[in-house]
């Protein structure tokens, strides 16, 4: 680094460039050379300092082309060149819309030519939104390796088991060398951790080759604390009228907003564009505040509909009008995480009353509501708070709500990072999973639970000592109010986010799909993925052709029909309940009923037990078990006594 910054600058004049340019910042890669752009409303003079590896660096000094944007031409420039902009003859910085970085989120930005990557995916076709089953990965932690490259090789898996869309935890360059994507600092520049551009565009189109998908979670609502430059080039990318958990809010709706607007409208376009991404999901909309006439979240869904994409929405506030049309006065947004079907499930099986827990008491009767109408919440009060939460949500599609049963914070943001399995039963556990995979809302799964992963996942960083200490400090105050952290020794045993230890527990271990136990697991979640897949009763558009009801001997029910098929997902997440489906709302019409799938199946690890007596139609649960039948009345539909036995396997 001496040698870097020591050299002798050579100073060249740019060439002038349309005003046109303008929505294009940072370093783009021509034939011409490398076009600047950055916007700097304060600053008087813009300079791009270039050539970081060694040597002479020179200096190309960018015009002012009006509202507060900087631009020129460096016809010596070329891809791979080393560079930082630097405001007002004084300190230099890296690029905000840098699309790589060559040694940490400090240091220089690296001048990329999106244009060399050769494509492979010109016929793909992204499926549409009613159809998707999204699996949530961390890059870092989902293989061994942590890079894009090592997780190509795991698509066939994914392809096999039946997911058609991965969805990535941000990958915005970050400060360190490990993190869970949200205190990423530069949104256009993939990080560094994972390996470079390229090898993200060979993930996308190696996804794309099985049939994939590609999401990203993308973080508009707030940058990291270590790294974040954005008010040195203008104090104007952020309102001080509005604040959120983690700051100031960027400036959406302020003085000098629409290049703010645009920065972040045109984040999409661009991984869309350069990286042949299919879709977003950006990180705790709640937390984007935005009082302007037409809000950015109608900008930005529009922007990635125009490009064929999905946009998904975290929030929760349980508003409609975020999966509402913007044409209809809403945002826009295909899909929204909706949490309430997580906790009702999860309260049913632990009976956890801590944090958001306490609104729920894990009934079948919330289930039943929370599967009818996509989320509980819909206005009433609040059981613990009393405060009321949600809108009436019935008249949107099923597919608009995004359900789990795990995901990365329901995982990392317990003390110690446990999955799902490792605090319910077994029986709980697969009876949880079948009814995700086969109920109408849109599933996603969060890696490694599909065979139950015996890997936590951990919350983990990797700052600078002084903010690393107080990430430390801040993760065991959250859990001080617990009963079971009541004194110091019990704090002291939480995961030290900093430690590199934290992050390799987090990695999942592959070799467990060698196991019996895990590869039965497997075998549950690929079976019931593949009749989502092949029958359209699980996939329904519309409202219309199925209901949600709680029977009368204590379990739920749900009826899906399609033309070829009518059937009865019915549900007992507590155990022992025993009854008939005579006189029940819900199989009034079409029966006799078979069964078609037990989560229970010794084939899936259960113990293959008979619930189900097809002579009398009549149910008697042991442990905790989602069963599926099917109208034996009516013909048709894909399923076979080879596909699917209908006896204990």
Known sequence: MESRETA?????????????????????????????????????????????????????????????????????????????????????????????????????SIVVDAQSYKWHDAAWRRPEFRDLVIYELHIGT????????????????????????????????????RNWGYDGVLIYAPARAYGTPDDLRRLVDAAH????????????????????????FSPAFFNPAHHTPWGASFNFDGARSRPVRDFFVQNPIYWMEEFHLDGFRLDATHAIIDDSPRHIF?????????????AVA?????????????????????????????????????????????????????????????????????????KSRGTACRHLPPERFIHCISNHDQAGNRAFGERLHASVSAEGYRALAMLLCLSPGTPMLFMGQEWAATSPF??????????????????????????????????????????????????????????????????????CLRLRREESAFRPRTRDGWEADALRFGVGALRLESAARNYLLVFDLAGSHAGSLAGEKVAREGGPWERVLSSNEVRFGGAGAEVFEAATQTFRFGPPETLLLRDAGKSGGIESAQQFPTGRV
């Open 458 to 527: 951990l919350f983990f960083t990797d700052h600078h000592r002084e903010l690393g200490r107080l990430i430390t400090e801040g993760r065991r105050r959250e859990f001080a109010g617990f009963p079971e952290f009541g004194d110091g020794a019990a704090l002291e045993k939480i995961p030290d986010p900093q430690e590199a230890r934290t992050f390799l527990r987090s990695k999942l271990d592959w070799t467990e799909l060698g196991e019996e136990r895990h590869a039965q697991m497997l075998a549950l979640h690929a079976a």
């Open 298 to 310: 109608a900008e930005i869904t529009e922007a990635i509909h125009a490009r064929g994409g999905y």
């Open 142 to 177: 989902f293989t061994l390796e942590g890079t894009f490259a090592a997780a190509i090789a795991k698509l066939p898996h994914l392809q096999a088991l039946g997911i058609n869309a991965i969805e990535l935890m941000p990958i915005a360059d970050f400060p360190g060398a």
């Open 314 to 386: 975290e929030d929760a506030r349980n508003d409609a009008r975020l999966i509402e049309p913007v044409a209809e006065g809403g945002h826009g947004f295909d899909g929204v995480w909706a949490d309430d079907f997580h906790h009702v499930l999860r309260v049913s099986q632990t009976g956890e009353q801590a944090a958001y827990f306490e609104n729920f008491r894990g009934t079948t009767e919330e289930l039943v509501e929370t599967l009818r109408h996509g989320w509980l919440y819909r206005g009433q009060p609040a059981l613990a708070s009393g």
């Open 209 to 232: 080759a099985h049939g994939i998908a590609v999401i990203l979670d993308v973080v508009y609502n707030h940058f990291g604390p270590d790294g974040n430059y954005l008010a040195r």
């Open 8 to 108: 002798l600058p050579v100073f060249v004049k740019s060439h002038a460039l349309p005003q046109a340019e303008f929505c294009q910042l940072g370093a783009t890669f021509t034939q011409a050379g490398v076009r600047y752009c950055a916007w700097s409303p304060e600053s008087r003079l813009v300079e791009v300092e270039i050539g970081f590896q060694g040597g002479t660096k020179r200096v190309v000094a960018l015009e002012s082309a009006g509202e507060g944007y900087h631009l020129g031409l460096d016809a010596e420039g070329r891809a791979g060149d080393w560079y930082k902009f630097r405001l007002d003859g004084g300190e230099s910085f890296p690029d905000p819309a840098s699309r790589a970085q060559a040694e940490s989120v400090h240091g220089p």
